[in-house]
């Protein structure tokens, strides 16, 4: 089993920058492509972004690119994301999940473990 715990989360300005945090347990997390999610309130969760196991390969949602950036610690089992130029339409609770087979996917249904998530406030 692999637990994901999210942090970092809060309320921040528009233009502002928030680095969230997610620490996993379990020694195979250097084998699992890492993915953020987030969901606002009344809409679907959607991809933000995705890192392979190696952090060689990384995705990003197209309304984030050029402001997020996803990197990870394998030796501390954690992965970030670095977010700035932050946009009200930010708002949302970030997930980090845990895709074990690997493949980085930009679909939720593809990842088997989730955290609880962290809330991002974007005032304008």
């Known amino acids: 089993q692999v637990q994901l715990v999210e942090s970092g989360g809060g309320l921040v300005q528009a233009g502002g920058s928030l680095r969230l945090t997610c620490a996993a347990s379990?020694?195979?997390?250097?084998?699992?492509?890492m993915g953020w999610f987030r969901q606002a309130p009344g809409k679907e969760r959607e991809f933000v972004g995705g890192?392979?196991?190696?952090?060689?390969?990384?995705r990003y949602a197209d309304s984030v690119k050029g402001r997020f950036t996803i990197s990870r610690d394998n030796a501390k089992s954690t992965v970030y994301l670095q977010m700035n130029s932050l946009k009200p339409e930010d708002t949302a609770v970030y997930y980090c999940?845990?895709?074990?087979?690997?493949?980085?996917?930009?679909?939720?249904?593809?990842?088997?473990?989730w955290g609880q998530g962290t809330q991002v406030t974007v005032s304008s």
């Open positions: 890192i392979s196991w190696s952090g060689g390969t990384i």
């Open positions: 379990g020694r195979a997390f250097k084998s699992f492509a």
């Open positions: 999940a845990a895709d074990v087979l690997g493949g980085g996917s930009t679909d939720s249904q593809d990842y088997n473990f």
